[in-house]
């Protein structure tokens, strides 16, 4: 018996994935036995209703963007028993699902839910919460602290970017020291960026190797501000080439322990509810999930 939940969150989209709800039941409950959807309220209802319907599902479904994604990840990463995880992308950038091949229209991602097909992903963890997409401090904390709905819909994942041009040059540089088991950093920085997934605010991200299934963590480090050093960077993530630019190191490893002064919010995922220090490794292969064509 396939028993599945879904985690739904209304407001996604500013309400367009509410839209398509009845289609999306209709699909889920041909091809399911079971199909209960639950509705999102508020921060945390995602959460909680993991926690209560885990035990009893064989499939979760995260219906919405890439925070309602974070807090059912958040949630199944702490059980013991944890389900098939889907993801139908209903929010502005939805980026793991697009590092899992997932079609961006929430319809025909269902589609691809119901044929089955299975891969195991990597996960990121830090001492305090888990990410499959990214963590980080500095430029890009401030980026999306500062990108207002008005920007999110009128230029959607491009505003991420729009507002970091015009933050470079605003950013004061903090001191960073970074342990890897083959590299080490102690001197001044304005951004670091672990990613685990490949996509951040929906393009592919700054990780010309980066792999949901390769047991690694991409690390980005960026030493200075400025736009040639940021437009060189945005050059080589679309290339898909390692850089070797001066300003900014690129690396991978399986566990990084991170300090600053003074103390750098960050952003996980998307979620800013902590701050360092933080110690963070990877978790191979430690979620199964309905994905559609990985590279």
């Not at 879904?6 to 509410?18: D, H, M, Y």
């Not at 207002?148 to 960073?176: C, I, N, W």
């Not at 300090?259 to 902590?274: F, K, L, N």
Request: hydrophobic content about 35%; glycine content about 8%.
């Amino acid at each position: 018996m396939e028993r599945v939940a879904v985690i739904f969150n209304p407001t996604a989209g500013r309400g367009k994935l509410q839209k398509q709800k009845v289609k999306i039941e209709e699909i889920l409950h041909n091809q399911f036995e079971q199909v209960d959807f639950y509705e999102t309220q508020k921060y945390g209802d995602s959460g909680d209703l993991v926690r209560k319907v885990a035990s009893e599902v064989d499939i979760i479904i995260a219906a919405g963007g890439d925070g309602t994604v974070n807090e059912v990840v958040n949630a199944l990463c702490r059980l013991d028993r944890r389900p098939v995880l889907g993801i139908i992308p209903g929010g502005t950038s939805n980026d793991f699902s697009r590092a899992i091949g997932m079609y961006q229209n929430p319809v025909k991602a269902t589609y691809q839910i119901v044929d089955k097909h299975q891969q195991p992903v990597d996960v990121g963890k830090t001492d305090k919460n888990y990410f499959l997409n990214f963590w980080g401090i500095g430029l890009i904390t401030q980026v999306a602290s500062n990108v207002d709905s008005e920007v999110k819909d009128r230029y959607g994942r491009f505003g991420y970017y729009l507002r970091t041009a015009q933050t470079m040059g605003k950013t004061e540089p903090f001191h960073l020291q970074l342990e890897a088991d083959d590299f080490n950093f102690d001197d001044e920085a304005v951004m670091l960026v672990v990613g685990n997934g490949t996509f951040t605010a929906g393009v592919e991200a700054f990780f010309p190797k980066g792999d949901v299934q390769d047991g690694l963590l991409d690390v980005l480090l960026i030493k200075e501000t400025s736009v040639q050093v940021f437009w060189s960077m945005l050059q080589t993530k679309m290339s898909n080439q390692p850089t070797k630019e001066e300003g900014y190191i690129y690396f991978q490893t399986k566990k990084l322990k991170v300090t600053a002064t003074p103390e750098q919010t960050v952003d996980c995922d998307g979620e800013r509810r902590c701050s360092t220090p933080s110690e963070i490794e990877v978790l191979p292969d430690y979620l199964t999930m309905l994905v559609g064509e990985m590279k």
